[in-house]
């Protein structure tokens, strides 16, 4: 059975309910409840992870058996476990809801099987309805469920030699105007932005997502500080509006399944040819943003550190996904070439 034209608004309604969640650990999702005649009679949505889920967000507003023959229409499929809250599909059999219509599977190791779940209990149930629009509202934690960590960019700055400081250590700028702007919009995409204690205690950067006026974008990522080194108390980091995180960086896999854990979903590697050289070392990269500019620097200051490629045959290749100028520079986003 396909979803009707009522089901497909709800499924709308669903959408913008979904939006009022917050972007995190758990996905936004949202659900409304259709009586028989196809009216809604309550709506709900996933307030982040510990909360209510959305179906029974809805249901709590139907007391009684008001929920009897109705049709639920949610946004992701609805869970089959007992996590921080109990299994949605059971919640649903429960309230006597005769039909569910749903977006995109939950193919999460625990919380799949609902749709299985509540067709054995005689439910009629419709997958896939407005799946595009779902994926696309929660692109970022279906690729997190994917990896099974956070998406990770890795950018640096470099001369067209390759080189990302002068001999005496002074990096600012190498790249001009327009490609630091680029790199400040995409800061404001990432949930948080890494960085070494060596950068931060060398060049004192703020860690901000800002215009070049030099007004805060309204996301601003998280630093996150690897190394031992202190960080002194007048560091500009220290006045970011998110309270630093400090890490000793030893770990990596350790360290982003941490930020994992808090809801962190994009991460962007603005470290220093330390850091970046470690996160692409351990494979953990999904891009790479190199930024080069039109400038010749010599000298030993590498914009990567030793990256343990003992021969051609062991270089690592990338694909390129495409290579724009910006002002006077260039910047060639790369991925990771399979095999
Ligand atoms: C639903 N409805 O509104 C949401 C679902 O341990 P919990 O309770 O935080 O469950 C988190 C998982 O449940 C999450 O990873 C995802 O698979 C699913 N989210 N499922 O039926 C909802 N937010
Ligand atoms: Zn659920």
Redesign the pocket.
Same mark, same amino acid.
């Given at each position: 059975m396909s979803a009707s034209a009522i089901e497909q608004d709800a499924m709308r309604r669903a959408l913008e309910l979904a939006r009022r969640g917050p972007r995190g650990?758990?996905?936004q999702?949202g659900?409304v409840i259709l009586s028989p005649a196809g009216e809604i009679i309550a709506e709900g949505?996933?307030r982040g992870?510990?909360t209510a889920?959305?179906?029974?967000?809805a249901l709590s507003k139907l007391p009684g058996d008001q929920a009897r023959g109705a049709t639920a229409v949610?946004t992701?499929?609805?869970?089959n476990?007992t996590? =921080?809250?109990g299994p949605?599909a059971v919640a649903l059999i429960e309230a006597g809801v005769s039909r569910v219509v749903y977006g995109i599977d939950?193919r999460?190791v =625990?919380?799949a099987g609902?749709a299985d779940h509540l067709r054995s209990a005689g439910v009629s149930v419709t997958g896939g309805v407005l799946a595009d629009r779902v994926r696309l509202l929660v692109h970022d934690w279906l690729v997190v469920?994917r990896l099974g960590r956070p998406h990770i960019s890795v950018k640096w700055a470099q001369s067209l030699d390759g080189r990302a400081a002068a001999a005496d250590g002074t990096s600012q700028w190498i790249t001009g105007a327009v490609a630091r702007a680029d790199v400040h919009r995409r800061r404001a995409g990432a949930d948080a932005i890494v960085a070494g204690t060596g950068t931060v205690l060398a060049d004192d950067p703020a860690l901000t997502a800002r215009t070049a006026d030099g007004t805060l974008y309204p996301h601003q990522p998280v630093p996150v500080i690897l190394g031992v080194r202190p960080v002194p108390a007048g560091a500009a980091v220290r006045r970011h509006p998110h309270e630093a995180l400090f890490f000793d960086g030893r770990d990596l896999p350790a360290l982003l399944e941490d930020l994992r854990v808090r809801g962190i979903q994009r991460v962007f590697i603005e470290g220093g040819p330390t850091i970046a050289s470690a996160f692409i070392r351990a494979g953990l990269y999904d891009q790479i943003l190199a930024y080069i500019a039109p400038v010749l620097l010599g000298g030993a200051r590498l914009a990567l550190a030793d990256l343990g490629v003992p021969t051609i045959g062991a270089a690592r290749r990338l694909a390129v996904a495409s290579v724009d100028t910006l002002g006077d520079d260039l910047l060639i986003v790369a991925t990771p070439s399979e095999g």
């Open positions: 650990l758990n996905p999702v659900a949505w996933h992870a510990g889920h959305a179906e029974v967000d949610v992701l499929e609805p869970c476990h996590g =921080r809250t949605c939950d999460g =625990r919380s609902g469920q």
